[in-house]
């Protein structure tokens, strides 16, 4: 024990026992970062000298739509890492310590190293230390190692390097005591306790870019620079055609303007935030938009065994009594050996069961639970059986005695490990016969013991003896007992996760189950839910300890659970399958998941049993536990990915239509189809609503027979540019028609409005084409998304005002259309729906 002075100077020395916290970005910061995109640059950049040449309205737009971008990044990017700071919050706020030789108590931020801490059952541990005295403690570590069940302290030593959850002579920081008292001595502090080092590894570990960030960050740049050189190349061509250099620079801008899908980063985000609304609504909140897309192209789950994939409590299986193993659910109480095996259970047991909450050991809360399956009244039995006696429970002994009066007869009821009361019996009990035990019996019972533990069970055994005179009980006593049979229990699986993981099978991914726990447990789970095949698939994180990064690359491979592992070797697992190209996810409750939710591609945390560690850390959090959901939020990341590719080629192919447009224009020496108002006007008014209504396209189940996609998989595949080609050329073909047919019969004014009016209805046509890869024209699915009828027909309102409302012609550059003329655009423009959707009956025919 330290002394009031002797403590000071400790603190002094070593600090105050708290986490350090990380350098966080301001909001300014943050908001300055949304401008280095290079498409937003080259936009600025556009404005600027838009400006300078006189052109204050397309300045203007270009910096409204860059700015309402920033705004929306900023915000969803301010809610910002809070995983430090619940670390903290997670230490104990006060402790009892021993100074001057007296028992205080104080906040936890200021125990030191040297401090003796006493710790009882319910209490917080707020540092790592070294038992002194341990009275059957029991911790639950399972916020730092995964491990259900909570672990029995004792005073020996362990062996140098074991793993945290073996190292049963020390307590650590972030744990707390469910059973007994002990006293430690503080050795780490702060930062230098295993919280601290997960806290070391959270500031560490970069966080990932999912992959439509970084496709649309190489999209973003290579558009840009294509359409810089084609309108560089236009500007050329009218200056050498004798045309001003201003108006020529002008139009090269407009075009650029319109050409570069600027709204495509605003759109992207509110598509995300409706899909984030919807995933809400399914028990998946979203804390990073971008986390959606990402879920959807996900081909690794690396999930933690407690509280994700299993119940989180213990619930018990099997009885074994009369020689027969018994399920649970066919437990008959009529049945006296069995009835006198569950009253045995909760008489023996210091646990409290109510409907608000459950009060001890989560094996003892197990074996009371049994009552409530069987409509058993606990109280009741504990009531007419009053503890008359006991000897409590001790980590060395392994046993737990308590003496009742059964039926008039003072009977001791012993409770522990099975090899230890083995060699205690003296008979055993079969039927209503009573007799003295052989060594054949014995080896049933062994062998019942070993596949009972084959399946992952934690199994106690129950005895009990008659004594003639009623005392108080002592070890002594726990001799020559009549063995009336076994309880075996596990922390079960989720019902729904079998289904959930033969889902994710189906659909490419694969999962991967990492934990804290036995070997032999963690197999068990996995192969009762599908994801261990072979029990080969299954080791140790020793294993992995001395592996090379290349070396664990081709190891992961062949391996579906890991047990016993460290926070370390999580990151470790996770960097593997992302360096061999995987999109990787890591579910997880506890503390010791953090660094590798942050690590992983998408961190996902449980939001019940969660920690607010793990949950701060992760980009998604289930407000069911339920892995089941996972699966479905894959499904809605899948189809809003869908979406958002039907929204992009919605825009490139409208934009490489009014390309095509001004190219043939410029090749012909015929006039400049369109002013730079009808470019903005398209891009602003009649552009981003049907594509954000793509964006929100009615989800189908289909994406889930596909597999993942590669993590390099550019959006820009062959056949998506084919398709966006296509499309384009098709409407630049009507758009020049148009023009063509204005240009002939009144000029280039006509020629100009008509091709305007024709590329304009033209696009909003085109959003029902971009509905799906294949054609929809005559079926369901054609009027099954309201928004993009209704954006279409705003779209038409907006346009059809333009061409025929006086007062706008001047403002919007156009001339007045006779009736035959706009039933001319609107028929160009309509027939693009036809053409576009037999090229695609053609295309699938071909693929087919």
Known sequence: MLTSEQARQNQEKYGFNELMEGKKKSTLQIFLEQYKDFLVIILIFAAIISGFLGDAESALVIFVVITMNAILGTVQTVKAEQSLNSLKQLSAPEAKVVRDGETIQIPSREVTIGDEVIVEAGDCIPADGKLLTCASLKVDESALTGESLSVEKSLDEVPEGAALGDQTNRVFSGSFATYGRATFEVTQIGMGTEVGKIASLLKSTSEKRTPLQINLDDFGRKLSIIILVFCGILFGINVIQGGSVVDAFLFAVALAVAAIPEALSSIVTIVLSFGTQKMAREHAIIRKLQA????????????????????????????????????VD?????????????????????????????????????????GSRHDRNVSQIRDDYPRLSEVPFDSDRKLMSTAHGFDGKYTVVVKGAVDVLLGRMKSIRIGDTVREITEEDRMKIEKQNMEFSRDGLRVLAFCYKEMDETRELTVEDENDLTFLGLIAMMDPPREESKAAVAECISAGIKPIMITGDHKVTAAAIAKRIGILKEESEACEGAVIENMSDEELQDFVEGISVYARVSPEHKIRIVRAWQDKGNIVAMTGDGVN???????????????????????????????????ATIVKAVENGRNIYQNIKNSIQFLLSGNFGAILAVLYASIAALPVPFAPVHLLFINLLTDSLPAIALGLEPHTTEVMKEKPRPMNESILTKNYLLSIGTEGLVIGIMTMTAFLIGYRTGGAALASTMAFGTLCTSRLVHGFNCKSNHPVIFTRRFFNNIFLIGAFLLGLFLITSVLMIPALHNLFKVVPLSMEQLFTVYGLALLNLPVIQILKWIRTRLQK
């Open 330 to 370: 066919q437990i008959n109480f009529q049945e006296e050996n069995q009835e006198l095996l569950f009253r045995c259970s909760v008489l023996c047991n210091d646990s409290t069961v109510t409907e608000e909450q459950e009060i001890g050991d989560p094996t003892e809360t197990a074996l009371v639970n049994v």
């Open 292 to 327: 959606v897309e990402g879920l959807g192209s996900v081909s690794i789950i690396c999930s933690d065994k407690t509280g994700t994939l299993t119940q989180n409590k213990m619930t018990v299986e099997d009885y074994y009594v009369d020689e027969k193993r018994i399920p």
């Open 593 to 627: 998941d953090a660094p590798a939710l942050k690590q992983a591609n998408i961190g996902v945390a449980m939001g019940i049993t969660g920690s607010e560690v793990s949950k701060d850390a992760a980009a998604m959090v289930l407000t069911d536990d339920n892995f």
